[in-house]
Each structure stands twice: as structure tokens, then as C-alpha cells.
């Protein structure tokens, strides 16, 4: 199993926060929410230990779409993913899981180029968008 990133796991924890916040509309699938739920428990518990990084992922269930709190987390995330392989590749396998469950979480937000009575052609090999893309499938 590939590890997967600090910035693909905190995508699922905002997905799992805007739940949390009652802004999920899009964690519908019980599955799924109980993935997230687990990978979410998983960071508290490793969290718990160190004030700010229990502080910064409590701010993320208050406004999870505030980017500067969703750095935040990510941010601890990194310097715990680094030092402890084992906890990595326990997110890696939730993760995983919660991919299997059908939770892919591509969201784009400031859609970029718009043309009203024209034509815009963005092409790609993966997935394109106009400005900012955020894919929180696993990076392999």
C-alpha cells in the first residue's frame, strides 16, 4: 500500500468536518460516513496529545471550508505522518477504505473561465478545472 499524503487525508477530514459543522450535504452514504468518522477519530486521538494540534483540528469542525484552519491541520498532519510510519500507513489504509466505499471527494471551487455565448476547452489527462481543484482520492 502506497502512503498517501497529509493533504489527502485532510481533505477527507473536511469533508467530514462540513458533516460535523451540518453543512455536509454530500456525506450521504452511511459507509462512508463511517470512514470518515474513523479517519477523523484516528487524527483526534493522535491529536489529543499536542494542545495545538487538538485546537487547530477542532477550529477545522467549526469552519471546515476556512483555509487557513484546513493548512493548519494539514500542517500537523505532515509532521506526524513524517515521524511515525506506522500511523501513516493506518491513515493510508482508512483512506483507502473510505475511497473503496465510493467517497472520492473532487470539489472545485472558482470554476475560472466561464463563456457566455462562446466555447472554453480546458484539456487534460486527469481532471482539469478552470482555477483550484481539490482531489481527495488517494495519491499514489
Known amino acids: 500500500m502506497d502512503a498517501v499524503s ?3 487525508i485532510t481533505s477527507f477530514l473536511i469533508s ?9 450535504s454530500e456525506v450521504v452514504d452511511e459507509g462512508v460516513k ?12 493522535r491529536f489529543s496529545a499536542d494542545p495545538q494540534a487538538a485546537g487547530a483540528l477542532d477550529r477545522l469542525a467549526e469552519q471546515p ?11 500537523h498532519l505532515d509532521e506526524v505522518m513524517s515521524a ?3 500511523f501513516a500507513a493506518s491513515l ?15 470539489q472545485v ?4 473561465a466561464v463563456a457566455i455565448g462562446g466555447n472554453v476547452c480546458i484539456n487534460g489527462t486527469r481532471q482539469v478545472a478552470g482555477r483550484d481543484i481539490t482531489i481527495s482520492a488517494p495519491r499514489r
Open 16 to 24: 467530514y468536518g462540513r458533516h460535523l459543522a451540518g453543512v455536509a
Open 65 to 75: 471550508d476556512n483555509e487557513r484552519r484546513q493548512a493548519a491541520v494539514e500542517d
Open 34 to 45: 463511517q470512514g470518515l468518522r474513523a479517519l477523523w477519530e484516528k487524527v483526534s486521538g
Open 92 to 106: 493510508s489504509e482508512l483512506a483507502e477504505r473510505i475511497t473503496a466505499s465510493g467517497h472520492h471527494g473532487i
Open 84 to 86: 511515525d510510519a506506522d
Open 6 to 8: 497529509a493533504a489527502a
Open 109 to 112: 471551487r472558482d470554476s475560472g
